[in-house]
């Protein structure tokens, strides 16, 4: 089935060691998105790509950065996690002109 | 400016009684709806979605939802509600992404269910 992979499921970092959440999908959609969401919050957007062209809302700190090397996979790079980066993240994709949003399964991570 | 307003933090009903969760939106133009839903540690499950048409639309797990331009209210109903429904769930709206529109989605704070026996 098309979907949408995010690896791993639960990711446990060190304060302040660089870590790095993946996103892969097959559904060829050329939008991707990074959520964030911390306990008992909504979804955050940090920022997305459309097609290769990255955009950053402009409240995501300078300590998150993405790539999208191919229309598959997205990464999220988080350069020196702090304790208030402990979340769940979540990507997602969409199509231009598409209807709706296929999210993964996210990945939970912990800052220790 | 864009938002999206769920009014009850928190609702508790009994097994079997019927579940209406508000959701209210301010946006430019008729956004898509969509209704999810969140288990503990959990990602988002699609309920249902509203893009156009029959403003009353049907989703899974019996859940249906009505999109009232009027009222820029989009709310959710379950005629009997199931133990197994005791979770979050996030109402959100956007767009299709365009050259001239992200196509984000903007989500309200959630409303936490709570199912009696």
């Known amino acids: 089935d098309a979907m949408v992979i995010q690896n791993p499921r639960y990711q446990v970092t060190q304060f302040g060691k660089p870590v790095t959440l993946s996103c892969s999908q097959t559904l060829n959609h050329n939008v991707m998105y990074w959520y964030q969401q911390k306990s008992s919050q909504a979804p955050k957007l940090l920022f997305h790509?459309?097609?290769?062209?990255?955009?950053n809302e402009a409240d995501t700190p300078d300590n998150f950065q993405s790539r999208r090397p191919n229309t598959s996979f997205c990464f999220l790079d988080i350069r020196s996690p702090g304790l208030g980066d402990a979340a769940m993240y979540l990507c997602?994709?969409?199509?231009?002109?598409?209807?709706?949003?296929?999210f993964g399964s996210g990945t939970r991570l912990t800052v220790v | 400016a864009q938002s999206v307003t769920q009014p009850d933090i928190h609702i508790t009903v009994s097994e079997g009684a019927s579940l209406e969760l508000r959701c209210n939106y301010s946006?430019?133009?008729?956004?898509?709806l969509f209704w999810y839903v969140q288990s503990p540690g959990q990602g988002l499950q699609l309920l249902l979605k509203?893009?156009?048409?029959?403003?009353l639309v049907q989703g899974i797990k019996g859940f249906e939802a009505e999109f009232k331009r009027s009222q820029s209210s989009f709310n959710l109903r379950k005629p009997s509600v199931h133990w197994s429904d005791a979770a979050e769930y996030f109402c959100a709206v956007g767009r299709s992404p365009s050259s001239g529109n992200t196509g984000k989605l903007i989500f309200g704070q959630g409303t936490t269910l709570q199912v009696k026996p």
């Open positions: 790509y459309y097609d290769k062209d990255f955009n």
């Open positions: 997602a994709t969409s199509s231009k002109g598409g209807y709706g949003y296929t």
């Open positions: 946006y430019g133009a008729t956004p898509y």
């Open positions: 509203y893009f156009s048409g029959d403003t």
